[in-house]
């Protein structure tokens, strides 16, 4: 791992249990969501807008993470894109238990390096 990924995950480890930056990621992983299908259903804010019976002004803020959205109101941007909404809850800490699994599937240490561990760290193996 390089001295920047290093400095990175220090970051990270510091900040992981924080409200504020954990509502920050969850608001980032949803205006993502938001965006790829509005992509691959050819949408524009202005239709999304229309839809909802709102302001294009009032989507964009949505998606820049300018405005704090209600359970209500993604449920309605879900209805518009025509999906599903869920919530669900995860085990906290899932990369550091696909490094704790991927070390104990290894049949010895010779094959651990920066690399493989840097992988798992990302979801890349494990």
Known sequence: MNETARW???VINEYENDIDFQLEGLLIDINEQIIKLMIEKKMTRKNLADKLGCSKAYI???LQG???VTV???LQIAKALDVEFS???KE??????R????ID???NNSLINDETIEAATFGIAG
């Open 66 to 68: 300018n405005q704090n």
């Open 72 to 74: 209500k109101t993604l």
């Open 87 to 89: 919530l669900n809850y």
């Open 99 to 102: 490094i704790a699994n991927l």
């Open 105 to 107: 599937y290894l049949p």
């Open 92 to 97: 906290k800490d899932i990369q550091k238990k």
């Open 60 to 62: 964009t803020r949505i």
């Open 8 to 10: 990175f995950n220090s």
